[in-house]
């Protein structure tokens, strides 16, 4: 069935780094792609969003960039801060159903 | 705002009890779902509603009921608790159906012993 999912299920980096987190989606019909951050004992929260019309788009600090072509998504943090730390799902939505499909998530660990 | 608001935040039940996961929101959004959080599973559709009377099932459905008579609430029923439902709940809402605006709450962590 259709998927999305992580690279890599750990990443640790040093306190002031970029980090990236990657993340693999199956369907070709997704048209929207959002990021969500999520501290211990919490929700989910939004991050960024991208539309398929996009290949890349900034926040604060935030940058997720969109390769249609190998069907990739990544996050990127930059001057990562202690703050950051936590989980990281990447989230797709799947075109046909309208439905929202969660990756399995990365643990980003900021090392102070 | 108080967005969205889930009650209770931590429940143990027995196997075979049954009990509701309340879901409040007060942004006035059409769509809500609920669903399940496992440890290297990401999270996972149970059900979901695209507004008041019309409830759809999502990827994990079975062991769950769901009924949206308001907006504004969307309770998760589970009828006779397993322990295979030992999981943290969240429930999102959102002004489209598409996934935009998602807004979580803040998850019930259930366990069935």
């Known amino acids: 069935g259709e998927n999305v999912g992580l690279h890599l299920p750990t990443l640790s980096v040093q306190e002031g780094d970029n980090s990236i987190i990657n993340c693999a989606y199956s369907n070709s019909a997704s048209d929207y792609f959002i990021w969500y951050k999520q501290e211990s004992g919490k929700g989910p929260q939004f991050i960024i969003d991208i539309r398929s019309n996009m290949d890349k788009r900034q926040g604060q600090r935030v940058t997720v960039l969109l390769n249609k072509t190998v069907k990739h998504l990544s996050l990127q943090i930059a001057a990562t801060q202690p703050g950051d730390s936590a989980v990281y799902f990447c989230?797709?939505?799947?075109?046909?159903?309208?439905?929202?499909?969660f990756g399995t998530g990365t643990l980003l660990a900021v090392q102070p | 705002n108080a967005g969205v608001t889930q009650t209770p935040k931590f429940q143990v039940l027995k196997t075979g009890q049954s009990m509701t996961l309340q879901c409040a929101q007060d942004?006035?959004?059409?769509?809500m779902s609920w669903y399940r959080q496992d440890p290297g599973m990401g999270l996972r559709l149970i059900h979901y509603s695209v507004g008041a009377g019309i409830t759809d099932q999502g990827e994990v459905p079975n062991g769950y009921n769901v009924s949206r008579s308001t907006t504004e609430d969307f309770p998760l029923r589970l009828l006779s608790a397993a322990p295979s439902q030992t999981s943290v709940y969240f429930c999102?809402?959102?002004?489209?159906?598409?996934?935009?605006?998602?807004?979580f709450g803040s998850g019930t962590r259930l366990t069935v012993v």
């Open positions: 942004m006035n959004h059409e769509y």
């Open positions: 989230a797709e939505n799947s075109g046909a159903t309208n439905k929202l499909i």
């Open positions: 999102a809402s959102s002004y489209s159906i598409g996934g935009y605006g998602y807004t």
